[in-house]
């Protein structure tokens, strides 16, 4: 199922450090790409997404990508803190929702 | 965004019986999805649940193994059956909303 390509698969960083994870994608249609943050035990949360018509978004400390002619998109934490230290998981939809493989964070203190 | 719960949070079930785990939304919602995420791993759509119609399963599952019910638009069921230690994960409800999805806790099962 999965036609999204999520990398790295971990990543560890030092406090205040900026850590990005990268996505890609083949299909075309998928018209909106979320990401989600996990903590163990924990249902994925909606961090931040964006739809193709933009290049960056911004919320707070998360920063998404997003290069259409490339067909990836990241995300960037900045300044980030212990408390960061979980599973992101880059998505992308068309009519349904499609996941990478997550990448497992870790901000050292 | 939206409040999602599930029933059970966990469960530990034997070989062979059958788990019905429900979620509700707190408001209404046309989309609900189920998903499965194993020990470690990403999330797998099993199926999509929409109210008054058969639920859509995706490839690899049926629906004798998991039957989804959709009462009404704030609530659904999925039923893992005749289970075995493969089955133990994490299986998750979705609903979408604005645009957005969103999932509930999830339910952790494990098969012994």
């Known amino acids: 199922q999965q036609q999204v390509k999520q990398s790295p698969q971990s990543l560890i960083v030092q406090k205040g450090g900026i850590p990005i994870i990268n996505c890609a994608y083949e299909?075309?249609?998928?018209?909106?790409f979320p990401w989600y943050q996990q903590f163990p035990g924990k249902g994925p949360a909606l961090l931040i997404a964006?739809?193709?018509?933009?290049s960056e978004k911004k919320e707070g400390r998360f920063t998404i990508s997003f290069n259409k002619s490339a067909k990836q998109f990241s995300l960037h934490i900045m300044d980030s803190q212990p408390g960061d230290s979980a599973t992101y998981f880059c998505?992308?939809?068309?009519?349904?929702?499609?996941f990478g493989a997550g990448t497992r964070l870790t901000v050292k203190p | 965004s939206a409040v999602i719960s599930q029933k059970p949070s966990r469960d530990i079930c034997q070989r062979g019986t059958s788990l019905t785990i429900q979620c509700q939304v707190d408001?209404?919602?046309?989309?609900m999805f189920w998903y499965r995420q194993q020990p470690g791993q990403s999330l797998t759509l099993i199926a999509t649940?929409?109210?008054?119609?058969?639920?859509?399963?995706e490839s690899g599952f049926v629906i004798d193994k998991f039957p989804i019910s959709r009462p009404n638009l704030t609530f659904s069921t999925l039923t893992v059956s005749n289970m075995s230690p493969e089955d133990s994960s994490i299986y998750l409800c979705?609903?979408?909303?604005?645009?957005?999805?969103?999932f509930g806790p999830g339910t952790r099962l494990t098969v012994t």
């Open positions: 408001s209404q919602v046309t989309m």
């Open positions: 649940a929409n109210q008054g119609s058969e639920a859509t399963y």
């Open positions: 998505a992308a939809r068309c009519h349904d929702m499609r």
């Open positions: 299909n075309t249609a998928f018209d909106y």
């Open positions: 964006i739809r193709p018509d933009v």
């Open positions: 979705s609903v979408g909303r604005g645009g957005e999805q969103y």
